[in-house]
């Protein structure tokens, strides 16, 4: 390893010198290691050595691996005990941990080829995998490991001798459908079809889940039917499989891999193998019967008319016309089995599909073919990990299979997995390799680049590459699809948003990111904005030569997932603007730079509190109508401030933020781009006061103290109950529900309303005595602050904090403010209560796009309840 240790010698980043009093926790939702104390253990030239982490407190469950003929599938699950720290003094406690045992924690998925074996036991054995300390996992023979597929049987002696651990054989079928019904319940982008290279996510619906038909290809076929949990059957099969593909294109082409063959069929031609419809009726089409000319009539049936030998054939023509074979038979026995047993849908998953897009097609094709456009096939992202997932889910006491989508979290961080302290690695290549960002910007010499998709793994792990492939080929190989499995984040506390009309076809996402010139756009927003965003988290960890290097390697590990997500957008799911950019905000976290903008914030707020005694002033001097235009152009204008747009920060330039803020609300000229302001009024004169309101705040400084707190202090004046929504993690200049009631308790020193609110719901617990108190706020509605849950600019309704959730059940008004959390999603989402959709419009192109507008035109957007 490089010899600049430095950057790990223990010594704290300036800002947290500064915060020691006022340092954010951890969040329980997004894990991070604890470096203080850090150190590297061993010598610093040794290639891989270990670092020390003495405070890390992360600890592993339990794990379970798959060990099958090629490969290995490892899952493990690392928990995080919730921190006494973690809660604002005087919070209640969260509810209590799933089953008694864990509140959160990750699963971790990993692969090695079972040929090296030992890597894998190197693996177990350097994160200490064996040395859970779960007493579940005891037994009188020791620690017990759940494990499934043959080499659980073959492998047991050595996992014996080698870690001491007795491994517990889980039933190869049981497993296998075990893990396909819990990826469906719990991964939301999970299910997808695969046709002429277009990868496509199927939403699964949960109460028509079952029956499904499973088609695991390993060396052979197992079709699976399954009708409920832990209901199935085996209805059918072949010995035709993966391992016929392998075998025969192994004596045909003299390869030796499976995904050597693979790789060639890319490149084959099998109208010069196989004998085709036209080759029968004279180049023809059989229309009468519905089959083109390029139709397989026999595989291999071309070579019956000719005198050539093996060698004269081309390897990669033999190659396509076997991998064709196989794959069409199997997807007529299977689409036969689904007609059979009147089955909606087919999986396929097994090691002869892995990930591949090439043969993902091909099987599509087949059965597309078939059943003439009636059906399709799916896959699963995460199907090379159904029976390790099956094996993990025996464990008879965690709970996970019950747990539904909304309450996992799939994150793609660019390092591996850790656990006791312990980070092993090689030099980094590639985002594929087990590596952490520790290594990443200590080391000198290694750059960062996109991963592209090769023929065949290098590496062990979850894959490996090498060289582009050229554009000018039809149909690449995706063994990076084996890649696109993050660690996935079990947090019990998120919950749907109760109050969506239609939850089952919620869509966050206003903006569709898999038109390709769009995707395009903001890809280039983000990487033009990556410098000022580098250097305001570098300034936020005071300057300092750690901080500089890990700002570095931030924006290399952003640019490498943006050039991932060129190379192939649906890379981890669905993309959506709100999927990117809370990609960005978590890449940020993972290289410790926990709140890039907190000094920026901290002084608005500032600047900001100092004006708000004049606002109330002037607020207070107007009659009711007259108010609350001028609440909501206050609102509008102060939406302005936000460091995620590219216009305010060329603003920001050319003046302060109160002189920006005045400029602004001069320019409120009615009416607005989108307008229901009359509407809103209306509903406000006419109808009684609303009991309880949600306001989603977005930006620091101006924008909540000068916008949002004016509109929560008009509520309250009402008698309507108030809930501050805020974000659980920093993201740009969004203020955070840790961060809010400082703020609150600012402003309530200049109004009695506030601090009377504020002291009634609990946030100023400790402004005045007991009896006080009790006297204050007899009548006073409550003004509370609660997390959303989100740690991004954007807000997803299907995973919302519990504590958001329940207060929701006796909402009547919702109020989103921002471009993040009604424009880029939330603009078209509908509420089973009244909602207000408020925001000033800082991008030219979604201007144009949604509204057909300019840059800093005004929505104001009024929707009445629909009934769920």
């Not at 002033?617 to 936000?642: C, K, P, Q």
């Not at 207060?807 to 009547?812: H, M, N, P, Q």
């Not at 008004?813 to 009604?822: A, C, K, Q, T």
Request: glycine share 8%; aromatic share 8%; net charge negative.
């Amino acid at each position: 390893m490089a010899t600049q240790s430095s950057a790990m010698d223990g010594e704290p980043p300036a800002s947290q010198q500064q915060h020691q009093q006022q340092s954010i926790p951890r969040s329980l939702s997004r894990p991070q290691l604890d470096l203080s104390g850090a150190a590297i253990q061993g010598s610093t030239e040794d290639r891989n050595p270990s670092i020390l982490l003495p405070n890390q407190n992360d600890d592993i469950s339990h794990f379970a691996i798959d060990i099958g003929g090629s490969l290995i599938k490892l899952i493990y699950f690392s928990r995080h005990p919730e921190p006494s720290s973690s809660r604002r003094s005087g919070e209640q406690p969260k509810s209590p941990s799933l089953r008694g045992h864990f509140s959160g924690g990750r699963l971790h998925f990993v692969k090695f080829e079972t040929g090296k074996i030992n890597e894998c036991l190197d693996f177990i054995e350097s994160k200490r995998l064996h040395c859970c300390n779960d007493p579940f996992s005891r037994s009188e023979e020791g620690i017990t490991i759940k494990a499934t597929g043959g080499g659980a049987f073959k492998y047991a002696d050595m996992f014996k001798e080698r870690l001491g651990v007795t491994l517990d054989k889980e039933d190869e079928m049981d497993c296998l459908v075990a893990g396909a019904n819990f990826l469906q319940r719990a991964i939301r982008d999970e299910a997808f079809t695969h046709l002429e290279g277009n990868k496509q996510f199927v939403q699964i619906d949960q109460s028509d889940m079952f029956p499904y038909l499973l088609v695991n290809i390993g060396s052979g076929v197992s079709m699976i039917k399954v009708d409920a949990d832990g209901q199935f059957q085996r209805v059918s099969g072949t010995n035709v499989g993966g391992g016929t593909f392998w075998g025969l294109g192994r004596l045909l082409t003299g390869c030796k891999t499976f995904d050597q063959i693979l790789e060639l069929s890319q490149q084959g031609d099998n109208s010069a193998i196989d004998m085709l419809v036209g080759d029968i009726y004279g180049g023809l089409d059989y229309s009468k019967i519905g089959l083109s000319a390029s139709t397989i009539a026999s595989s291999f049936g071309r070579v019956i008319s000719e005198t050539k030998s093996l060698s004269d054939y081309r390897k990669e023509d033999i190659a396509l016309s076997l991998l064709r074979m196989i794959s069409y038979n199997i997807g007529q026995i299977a689409y036969l089995n689904a007609i059979r047993y009147k089955l909606k849908r087919i999986f396929f998953g097994g090691f002869f599909i892995r990930g591949h897009a090439y043969t993902m097609d091909t099987m599509s094709f087949a059965i597309s073919f078939w059943s003439k456009g009636e059906a399709q096939a799916m896959f699963l992202r995460h199907e090379g990990f159904l029976g390790a997932l099956g094996a993990f889910l025996s464990y008879d006491k965690h709970g996970l299979a019950n747990l539904t989508a909304h309450q996992f979290v799939e994150r793609f961080p660019m390092g591996a997995p850790y656990s006791g302290g312990n980070i092993h690695g090689p030099l980094i290549r590639d985002l594929n390799e087990k590596i952490t960002w520790m290594e990443k910007f200590v080391q000198k010499g290694g750059e960062i680049t996109a991963p592209v998709p090769t023929g065949y793994p290098s590496t062990t792990g979850l894959g490996g590459f090498e060289r582009p492939l050229g554009r000018a080929r039809s149909l690449r190989s995706d063994s990076s699809a084996a890649l696109n499995v993050g660690v996935l984040h079990l947090i019990p506390s998120l919950e749907p948003f109760p109050l969506l009309a239609d939850p089952k076809t919620y869509e966050p996402n206003t903006i569709d990111l898999g038109d390709l010139d769009e995707r395009e756009y903001w890809f280039n927003i983000l990487s033009e904005q990556l410098p000022n965003l580098v250097e305001k988290a570098v300034a936020s960890e005071g300057g300092t030569d750690n901080a500089k290097r890990r700002g570095d390697a931030f924006a290399q590990a952003f640019r490498a997932h943006l050039a991932r997500l060129r190379e192939e957008p649906a890379a981890y799911g669905k993309l959506g603007l709100a999927n990117l950019l809370e990609l960005r905000e978590e890449c940020l976290r993972e290289f410790h730079f926990t709140d890039a903008y907190r000094a920026i914030k901290q002084r608005e707020n500032e600047a900001s509190l100092a004006v708000l005694p004049d606002l109330f002033s002037e607020l207070d001097t107007m009659d009711t109508e007259t108010r609350l235009l001028t609440i909501i152009e206050g609102v509008l204008a102060a939406n302005i401030f936000d460091w995620g747009s590219r216009a305010c920060v060329e603003l920001y330039q050319s003046g302060t933020i109160i002189e920006i803020y005045r400029m602004s609300r001069n320019k409120m000229q009615r009416p607005w781009r989108v307008d229901d302001f009359d509407a809103f009024r209306n509903r406000w004169m006419s109808g009684k006061p609303h009991y309880r309101a949600l306001l989603f705040v977005d930006n620091s400084g101006a924008d909540i103290v000068l916008g949002m707190l004016p509109f929560a202090r008009e509520l309250l004046r009402r008698g309507t109950e108030v809930v501050l929504v805020a974000n659980t993690l920093p993201a740009i200049n969004d203020v955070t529900y840790m961060e809010l009631p400082t703020v609150v308790a600012a402003a309530a020193t200049h109004c009695s309303i506030l601090r009377e609110a504020a002291i009634a719901g609990g946030v100023l617990l400790n402004a005045t005595s007991l009896d006080d108190r009790s006297a204050t706020t007899s009548t006073a509605p409550r003004l509370m602050v609660v997390q959303s849950g989100s740690g991004s600019p954007c807000l997803d309704f299907r995973q919302v904090s519990s504590e958001l959730a329940i207060l929701a059940e006796e909402a009547d008004l919702i109020v989103l403010e921002g471009m993040g959390r009604s424009l880029h999603t939330n603009y078209d989402a509908r509420f089973t209560c009244e909602a207000l959709k408020l925001a000033m419009v800082k991008n030219q192109r979604l201007a144009e796009k949604l509204f057909n507008g300019a840059i800093y035109d005004c929505i104001c957007r009024y929707e009445v309840g629909l009934k769920a």
